[in-house]
């Protein structure tokens, strides 16, 4: 119910080095010098990987001015990196610790990039899951308008408001606090798993046309509930959702994998 700006030591943050494990991969294999900062050579992949980190959008759509920016930038990651401090924090404890861990964290994304790859799911998977969700799904959809209020009194004055013939739009624009208000109370088409339960459970039970006679409390307050129509919830063809499904498939089949791993991790 990123303006690019250039800001220079704003920008130096362990978020921005982050560089993506699939860039990765596809940067040049024979690297050249873009710039050279106390003797260091900052490689023409390293600052190219950066700049799409930083900028976002690929590199044929980078501006000149941007690449030039993010450069600086770059640079000042680099002159601060080989002042003869760094090499003093690089040896504290906890700085090693957090070096290793972004190292670790890296190099993992890469090894699951490298498995999903390389294990797509297959056509019988993919039909298989969508079969086994499809199953799940509720027989019916609903149509819907609720008026919502404060307190279980509130509640019960509406009710017999509409025993009295009021009319439920007129109402929910008057009264409720929800913000299908304005709008006459209506949530237009769901499917019961799409609400709470108690109010699912209350629009499960009435008959199309029919309001809740007594108030239905959940955790936003108290609801007055109008079922106007009902109709067969049919699944999605699977073309509309196959990428979902895959990626799902996907994901299951690595954590597979990985309990496979920690199952024959004996240290």
């Known amino acids: 119910m990123y303006n690019h700006e250039h800001s220079r030591l704003t920008g130096i943050r362990l978020a921005s080095v982050v560089i993506s494990v699939s860039t990765f991969f596809a940067a040049v294999a024979q690297a050249e010098v873009v710039a050279t900062v106390n003797g260091v050579a900052i490689e023409d ?8 980190n930083r900028i976002q959008k ?17 640079k000042d990651i680099y002159i601060l990196t080989t002042q003869p401090r760094a090499n003093e924090l690089a040896a504290d404890p906890r700085m090693k610790a957090q070096i290793e861990l972004q190292r670790r ?22 039909a298989a ?13 609903f149509k819907a308008r609720h008026i919502l209020v404060e307190t279980q009194s509130a509640a019960v004055d509406v009710i017999a408001r ?4 009021a009319d439920f739009e007129e109402l929910a624009q008057t009264y409720s606090t929800g913000p299908s208000g304005p709008a006459g109370g209506d949530l237009g088409w769901f499917s019961p798993n799409q609400m709470v339960a108690p109010f699912s459970d209350a629009v499960a039970a009435l008959d199309d046309g029919a309001y809740t ?55």
């Not at 992949?45 to 799409?52: A, G, I, Q, R, V």
């Not at 890296?106 to 056509?123: F, I, K, T, Y």
């Not at 509409?162 to 013939?165: F, Q, R």
Request: aromatic share 6%; hydrophobic share 40%.
């Open 45 to 52: 992949s390293t600052f190219e990987l950066y700049l799409e």
């Open 58 to 74: 690929p590199l044929p759509q980078v501006t000149a001015e941007e690449r030039e920016l993010v450069l600086s930038e770059l």
């Open 105 to 126: 964290a890296a190099l993992a994304q890469a090894v699951a990039s490298d498995w999903l790859a390389s294990n797509p799911a297959s056509e019988e998977e993919i």
């Open 129 to 141: 899951a969508y079969e086994s969700q499809a199953l799940l799904a509720p027989d019916l959809q």
């Open 162 to 165: 509409l025993d009295a013939g």
């Open 213 to 267: 006679k007594a108030p239905v409390q959940t955790e936003f307050g108290w609801h007055v509930i109008l079922r106007e129509e009902s109709r067969s919830n049919e699944a999605p063809p699977l073309d509309s959702v196959r990428d979902a499904v895959k990626a799902n498939v996907e994901q299951t089949n690595f954590q597979r994998y990985l309990e496979g791993l920690r199952a024959g991790d004996q240290d």
